[in-house]
């Protein structure tokens, strides 16, 4: 019996044998082998890239409808992504370009204006632009694949199995028969990654971190995702142990679903404000399906298809009115994006207008001090008097919020509380920039995101925020952490936001907290 720890992508347990997908490269991993000339025309080329593209089109075409009936619309949406990057318009001119001006393969031009676009996605620091770079390294694989008459394989498993392989994209998971999946080993991937959102919306138990060469095909092993740990090997009696505590757990999950339209309170009965966070419109319907409080934080950067292209004003406005309507009286708190100050002004008169029929509020994330807290409250005023001398509608008391997203911001707290309506505390990053860890979380074992320092960084928080009787709230990983729940609660957190397919299990573990 050896015992081996991961990372938690999606929680349960899973109990069966190992089934090791190779992935064979269906093309030389060495990306440069392709940048080379073409012996066709460069028409010749751009045909061959765009025949190829329309073919892959019709492919996300199938997966999407796979996707919809297994996760439905909101999971489904990560295709809708896929799709739409495939269509940008730059990033087609850029493959163009490249076939044309240096004369190279279809294949090369690809490869090149991906590289190209993800370097702009990885420049700006936000989990769900990083989230597309891994989308778009899936889309030029499976483009060069076509281009080059090949097949993509998926796993093909035909007897349940803990499926076990490198890495594995959304579109694997989702092609993958779901009934013989029991759960997922990956050696590279992360909690915030589609893939892992996708397996948590199907409840797969998923542990990320874990070389495929620890790990032996057909052998038996008992997945953890509670624990973060894989048990290869487990004798009669450990087994005979998870087995039961399967079984707890999946009664458990169906008392969950009785839950769906409950309000949220703690044992003692005190209403507790549980809201979702929220990155495409198409995750409303889920969240109103479940009863959520409102929206904790819409990440208003998930509305750039591509950090070389920008959404105008119109498209925002028509994206927030969409959220705010849908919500009614329930709030929508829409998130600022960090590093692009003109981008920000145009959300800041789409959300202002919005806010004229909802109940809004703007968060503004990356303040270190009280000079940035001004300069973005001085921000928002000149918008407002831009709108008001257009006679433009909007909520003139708009909330302000300020994401305590970096140590900085915890420890000047008592400072940026005086300037602010409310705090949203963004766990992720403050884990992130407190531990010095990876951006994606690839190394975020459990015990550092539990760490000490970060707990302590949040209660100072939240203390100095209640001393100006302003209320605070938590998003990222740590919201979701059923065993830290009873923490946050006892500390005087006034809210979670998680992601939707989280509400339930969240509210039935604060339905079960005592806070007094």
Not at 370 to 383: D, G, R
């Amino acid at each position: 019996m050896r015992e081996i720890s991961g990372i938690t992508a999606s929680p349960g347990i899973a109990m069966g044998p190992i089934r090791i997908y190779a992935d064979k490269p269906f093309f030389d991993r060495d990306r440069s082998f392709y940048i080379q000339l073409s012996d066709r025309s460069p028409k010749e080329e751009v045909a061959r890239f765009h025949d190829a593209a329309a073919s892959y089109g019709e492919e996300l075409r199938q997966i999407y409808e796979k996707a919809l009936s297994a996760v439905g619309r909101s999971g489904a949406a990560i295709f809708d992504v896929y799709r739409m990057l495939l269509e940008d318009h730059n990033y087609i001119a850029d493959i163009e370009d490249a076939i044309r001006i240096k004369g190279v393969t279809a294949e090369a031009g690809v490869f090149l204006a991906t590289d190209k676009l993800i370097s702009r996605f990885f420049a700006i620091e936000h989990d769900y632009l990083n989230a597309r770079a891994d989308d778009l390294l899936d889309i030029s694989d499976r483009l060069v694949c076509i281009l080059l008459g090949q097949r993509r394989t998926v796993p093909d498993i035909s007897v349940p199995s803990i499926l076990t392989t490198d890495t594995l994209s959304p579109s694997d998971l989702i092609l993958t028969e779901r009934s013989a999946l029991l759960g997922i080993l990956t050696a590279h991937g992360s909690y915030n990654s589609h893939t892992a959102i996708l397996a948590r919306m199907l409840h797969i138990p998923f542990l990320t971190g874990i070389s495929v060469d620890l790990v032996s095909d057909n052998a038996t092993a008992i997945l953890d995702g509670h624990k973060a740990v894989l048990i290869t090997d487990p004798d009669a009696s450990l087994l005979s142990s998870y087995q039961k505590d399967m079984e707890k757990e999946n009664a458990s999950q169906e008392q969950t679903e009785d839950l769906r339209m409950e309000k949220t309170v703690t044992f003692e009965g005190i209403p507790f404000r549980l809201q979702a966070s929220v990155a495409r419109t198409e995750e409303l319907d889920e969240i109103l399906g479940v009863n959520a409080d409102g929206i904790g934080v819409f990440r208003s950067e998930s509305l750039c298809l591509s950090p070389s292209v920008l959404p105008s004003e119109e498209e925002l406005l028509s994206a927030y009115r969409f959220v705010t309507e849908k919500m009614g009286e329930k709030p929508a708190i829409f998130r600022l994006t960090i590093t692009e100050t003109a981008l920000q002004k145009t959300q800041l008169r789409a959300i202002l207008q919005a806010s004229a029929t909802g109940n809004t509020s703007v968060l503004c994330p990356g303040i270190l001090s009280v000079s940035e807290a001004n300069a973005c409250k001085k921000m928002i005023a000149a918008v407002k008097n831009e709108l008001l001398s257009e006679h433009i509608a909007f909520r003139i008391d708009l909330p302000f919020g300020i994401v305590i997203d970096t140590p900085a911001a915890a420890i000047l707290s008592a400072e940026l509380a005086k300037e602010a309506d409310f705090f949203s505390i963004d766990t992720d990053d403050l884990i992130r920039f407190t531990l010095a860890t990876d951006r994606k979380g690839v190394h975020m074992k459990d015990t550092d995101i539990r760490h000490p320092a970060v707990l302590r960084l949040i209660e100072m928080t939240v203390i100095n925020a209640h001393r100006e009787n302003i209320p605070v709230g938590i998003f990222g990983r740590l919201a979701s952490d059923p065993s830290l729940t009873a923490v946050f609660l006892r500390m005087g957190i006034d809210e979670l936001s998680v992601l939707p397919s989280e509400i339930l299990p969240i509210r039935k573990t604060i339905r079960q907290t005592r806070t007094i």
